[in-house]
């Protein structure tokens, strides 16, 4: 898979992907990662990228032109299944959604900042635009760095025991159950016999059961879900 981020700080990426599991899925060539700096293809002598939103107000708002150039060069090197915007006006960032971009070749994903980007950039270029949630962030960095983690283990490959993607909370709109290693009693803390049991039929029950329940008890709202 091949991932364009699209961005006026790209050092804000060097983090989330240096460490842990992108770390690796991007050495093992499992993804490509491609940081564009949006200023760049900017042909303003100040490399200017923002100006005042027409018809006045507070903030400033992306202009279009540079993102149109940076995309547009893009789209003319591979097809995109997906040209993302992240933004809080989206669709709300899931489970199954991670699932549905993993299976994607190529997509790019475009950070807004200050009030956002000229409408005609969502109208024209953007075919989704995702929010990771009800609150405003100073930019689009940190939501795809969120979004490019939950896409990037699930590729194949990716997670080394390759059945524990499949068993994180949320894969059946369910939440995980709890889960202990050693020792088995701390300070009189003693973990469920059943899970020291070695009777693996008894142990999946019980991990479907306390899976239920949880979800019952902290997100009913997940059991609502088709
Ligand atoms: N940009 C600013 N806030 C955001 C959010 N909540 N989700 C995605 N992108 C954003």
Redesign the pocket.
């Known amino acids: 898979m091949r991932i364009d981020i699209l961005t006026l700080f790209p050092a804000m990426f060097q983090g989330p992907f240096s460490e842990s599991i992108i770390k690796r899925a991007i050495e093992k060539g499992e993804v490509e990662i491609y940081l564009h700096n949006i200023r760049d293809y900017s042909e303003d002598k100040h490399k200017r990228v923002d100006d005042y939103p027409f018809g006045g107000g507070a903030g400033m708002v992306m202009q279009i032109a540079p993102i149109a150039r940076l995309i547009e060069k893009l789209k003319s090197e591979r097809n995109y299944d997906q040209i993302i915007y992240?933004?809080?006006d989206?669709q709300r960032f899931n489970q199954k959604e991670a699932n549905k971009l993993s299976l994607c070749t190529n997509i790019i994903l475009l950070c807004?900042h200050y009030k956002g980007v000229d409408q005609r950039v969502r109208d024209h270029y953007i075919t989704q635009e995702?929010?990771?949630?009800d609150?405003?962030?100073s930019?689009?960095e940190l939501?795809a760095a969120v979004v490019v983690d939950a896409v990037v283990r699930l590729l194949p490959g990716v997670i080394g025991d390759e059945t524990s993607a499949l068993t994180d909370s949320f894969q059946d709109n369910l939440l995980a159950p709890p889960i202990y290693t050693r020792p088995s009693d701390f300070n009189g803390w003693k973990v469920p016999d059943v899970l020291l049991s070695g009777n693996e039929k008894l142990i999946n029950e019980w991990r479907e059961q306390m899976s239920l329940e949880r979800t019952r008890q902290l997100r009913p709202d997940l059991l609502d879900e088709e």
Not at 130 to 133: E, P, Q, T
């Open positions: 992240l933004s809080p989206g807004g995702i929010s990771i949630g609150y405003v962030l930019g689009g939501a």
